[in-house]
């Protein structure tokens, strides 16, 4: 299917399917322009959209792949795709992954998650097979562990890894601790998590010859979100025109950001997709346009990746951020913010892993620097502790296999709440 006018994906969307009727019911008949339709909230869009009886799709679901969405972050939802939206889906991803450094003939192992209806192993596999690069794939998956993954790698000669940056992390300790040489991947593709550099770090020790990409952005429930830009900077993507439209709206007003280097929420309208529309739908994460070419956007996370500890709301970038600061010699390999509850009280718990073999030397400072670093930009934080409000801020140490995953998507959960609930 190619990509339809915005006029008429409106028009369709309005007359087939009535949540998309009732959003759009006090405008006029020929609202045509996005800047004339609300933002869908996504709260209401999946209440609207169950399995059964769906209000958002137009149509009967008679011929679709059903595949489930938003295991990470809240109650799995589902989303659906004709074999026309799918082929179409994976065919604009796979041109963009030319932009990656995909050659021709480089052996691809896909170490994305597979089973429980879940899409990126699937995804990327499919989207491989139509680059318009050839190429020969390897689909281990996320699931297989470490020790038949590695041998695996070897015998083929793999030279791209793709999957997602817990994933590669896990796999990358195991080839350290084990001294296993795989000199043959020189390009390590990520997606479905940001990529940080403490990861990196763990990255170039395991593989030194590799360099560390944006697979692409995308999701199941969006669609196609951002193709990726060569360059130093893997968070950088620009929209898959004419297949998808992004906008960055303001976070208080809503309004479209067009400057560049003013942050705001990431909205898409997906152009292809007719059974499930997808027009002016949230995407979760947070953007800027960079100006360095039309339509190049960088993302900046995720939109409300953080917990609330007392009366402290943090952010997983401002611990991110933190640790960045304090670790000058490059202990950290990865981080998980546990939030407990004892003693009446809420408290922070910073799970830091280090890298395999390190000797520890220096643990004590570098955690009194890391609280320092957080609470110098959270003063709420040690303010709660004054009050009483809230415990301390501490520093646990851990291996990166000792952080605690989504058991479907193999992705790192960053904020792991222990607190006990009635």
Not at 231 to 247: I, L, N
Not at 282 to 292: F, K, L, Q, S
Request: glycine fraction near 10%; hydrophobic fraction near 40%; charge should be neutral.
């Amino acid at each position: 299917m190619s990509a339809q006018q915005l006029s008429d994906l409106i028009r369709f969307a309005r007359h087939s399917s009535p949540f998309y009727r009732d959003l759009y019911a006090s405008l006029p008949p020929h609202a045509d322009r996005l800047t004339n339709l609300p933002v869908v909230d996504q709260k209401e869009f999946w209440a609207a959209n169950t399995l059964h009886d769906s209000r958002v799709l137009t149509g009967p679901l008679s011929e679709a792949t059903v595949y489930k969405t938003g295991g990470t972050t809240g109650s799995p939802k589902f989303s659906v795709y004709t074999r026309d939206e799918w082929r179409t889906f994976v065919t604009s991803f796979g041109q963009g992954l030319v932009d990656t450094g995909l050659r021709p003939g480089h052996r691809v192992a896909d170490l994305f998650y597979a089973g429980e209806l879940y899409a990126s192993f699937l995804f990327v596999l499919d989207s491989l097979a139509h680059a318009p690069v050839d190429n020969v794939r390897l689909p281990i998956g996320g699931g297989a562990p470490p020790e038949t993954t590695i041998p695996t790698l070897r015998d083929l000669a793999a030279q791209v890894l793709a999957g997602t940056p817990t994933t590669l992390c896990r796999l990358a300790e195991q080839v350290v601790s084990t001294g296993v040489r795989l000199d043959s991947v020189e390009l390590l593709l990520f997606g479905g998590e940001a990529l940080f550099d403490d990861q990196r770090r763990l990255l170039a020790t395991a593989f030194p010859r590799a360099e560390a990409r944006s697979v692409g952005y995308a999701s199941v429930d969006a669609g196609l979100l951002g193709r990726p830009v060569p360059g130093p900077d893997a968070r950088v993507h620009r929209a898959f025109t004419p297949y998808s439209v992004v906008e960055i709206l303001d976070d208080s007003t809503d309004e479209p950001v067009t400057e560049p280097g003013r942050p705001g929420r990431v909205v898409v309208t997906s152009l292809f997709r007719r059974l499930m529309p997808i027009i002016r739908y949230p995407a979760g994460d947070r953007a800027e346009w960079t100006g360095t070419g039309p339509g190049h956007f960088r993302i900046l996370g995720r939109a409300e990746e953080g917990v609330r500890v007392g009366p402290v709301s943090l952010y997983t970038q401002d611990a991110q951020d933190a640790v960045t600061a304090a670790d000058t010699a490059g202990q950290v390999v990865g981080m998980q913010l546990v939030v407990r509850r004892w003693e009446g009280r809420d408290g922070l718990v910073l799970r830091l892993a280090t890298a395999p073999g390190d000797p520890g030397h220096g643990r004590e400072q570098l955690a009194g620097a890391v609280v320092a670093e957080l609470e110098a930009v959270r003063p709420l934080y040690p303010e709660s502790v004054r009050a009483g409000f809230v415990h301390p801020l501490s520093v646990e140490w851990a291996r990166h296999r000792d952080l605690a995953v989504n058991p479907r998507s193999g992705k790192l959960v960053r904020v792991l709440d222990e607190r006990p609930t009635a």
